[in-house]
């Protein structure tokens, strides 16, 4: 199965969750017209091709824009937010940057919205801690920070879910003007996990299990230009992401996190990402009961957030140009040249037998012949 046709699947998936749970009463959800519904202005359904691409893509659409819930709307937009870490990445070449994750102790009884919830106010607390005349050898976070002469950071935030219930967990992408010498290192992860924990206790979040605290809390990658391709490759060998055959690197890992794919279909086996929860419903339709209202779950936590955080002016510094989501998903048709178009009574067929993903699937043709491919599908009564 192509890659469009597991995309708009999943789609389709989330979709149908997203009405069955809509808490907005005679209201439709945003997903559930995305890449279906024709904008009030249009007047065809436009098939256009980007300068080098094989493949079309649709325009006069409606979309959603939801980086969460929306395989296809995710996929065009983490691109781009790869491409800005990748940006920032090439001009901070000269300075020394560190990788570091957190999470936070999970558990089953809790919600996602709580695990959620516990995550960023934890790491508001911990940024937000002052020296202490009780304690003279800590050093608040901020500290660190100003001896190293931090930059500015990329923070990003993943979630997945399993038998200990929601692994909601943050990537934080640092940049120094001076480097960590490989002797300080150990000391630099220890201050961090010491501020990380004092910030989880200060917030009441149970650790139940200290010794897997201690180790899985905060992970720090120090990414020297040797260690920075170590981790790219390491990445790589973990997974790739569901829309590219290229390595899986540090901009990926940022950006496209949440587009990873699972392909168990047991809760009990691993943690799978919500996303990966899409594609076994998709495959296994035995499976909706067990696996829709904890997408449900997921994606009302998640409305509305922002998936990538660039640290205030970081972008204005280095002269990377500021898009919302929404521009983005509108910004693919300025270059583009008209491949197609399907009149609307030819669209709703399209919509009724399910080729939305076909035809662009197959829009590596000429378009007369995808026509005659087609039309004997969406005019074919069975």
Not at 63 to 71: H, Q
Not at 116 to 139: E, G, H, I, T
Not at 159 to 187: C, R
Request: net charge positive; with cysteine; charged share 30%.
């Amino acid at each position: 199965m192509s890659d469009i046709i597991e995309k708009f699947k999943q789609q389709d998936q989330a979709a149908r969750i997203a009405c069955q749970y809509n808490s907005v009463p005679d209201s439709v959800p945003r997903i559930a017209l995305c890449l279906k519904a024709m904008r009030k202005d249009a007047v065809t359904v436009d098939l256009k091709k980007n300068p080098g691409s094989i493949k079309a893509h649709y325009s006069n659409l409606q979309t959603c824009g939801s980086v969460w819930a929306c395989p296809v709307c995710a996929s065009k937009i983490s691109e781009v937010r790869k491409n800005e870490v990748d940006e920032l990445l090439q001009k901070t070449e000269s300075k020394h940057h560190v990788f570091i994750t957190y999470t936070v102790p999970h558990y089953s009884h809790q919600s996602c919205k709580i695990v959620k919830d516990l995550l960023m106010s934890s790491r508001r607390k911990m940024k937000a801690q002052k020296k202490l005349k009780s304690q003279p050898d800590f050093m608040p976070y901020s500290e660190l920070m100003k001896y190293y002469k931090y930059d500015g950071s990329v923070t990003t935030v993943e979630v997945t879910y399993g038998v200990n219930g929601w692994h909601v967990h943050a990537h934080e992408l640092l940049i120094f003007d001076d480097e960590i010498p490989e002797l300080e290192q150990q000391k630099f992860h220890t201050i961090i996990q010491t501020n990380w924990e004092r910030a989880l206790r200060k917030n009441k979040v149970e650790i139940h299990n200290y010794q897997a605290f201690k180790k899985r809390a905060v992970i720090t990658e120090f990414l020297t230009e040797t260690g920075k391709n170590r981790y790219s490759d390491y990445l790589a060998k973990i997974e790739k992401a569901q829309d590219t055959d290229n390595a899986w690197g540090i901009a990926c890992e940022l950006s496209k996190s949440h587009l990873k794919k699972s392909d168990h279909t047991e809760k009990e086996s691993k943690n799978i990402t919500p996303f990966g929860m899409l594609a076994a419903m998709a495959q296994d339709h035995s499976l909706y009961d067990e696996w829709s209202y904890i997408f449900a779950e997921y994606m009302q936590t998640f409305k509305g957030a922002r998936f990538l955080f660039f640290s205030k002016g970081l972008k204005k510094k280095y002269g990377i140009s500021e898009i919302s989501d929404q521009e983005i998903m509108q910004e693919s048709d300025i270059l583009a040249s008209l491949y197609g178009f399907f009149e609307k009574s030819e669209w709703e067929k399209i919509k009724a037998k399910k080729l939305r993903a076909w035809v662009l699937d197959n829009s590596d043709f000429e378009f007369s012949e995808l026509l005659n491919r087609l039309r004997p599908q969406i005019y074919n009564n069975r």
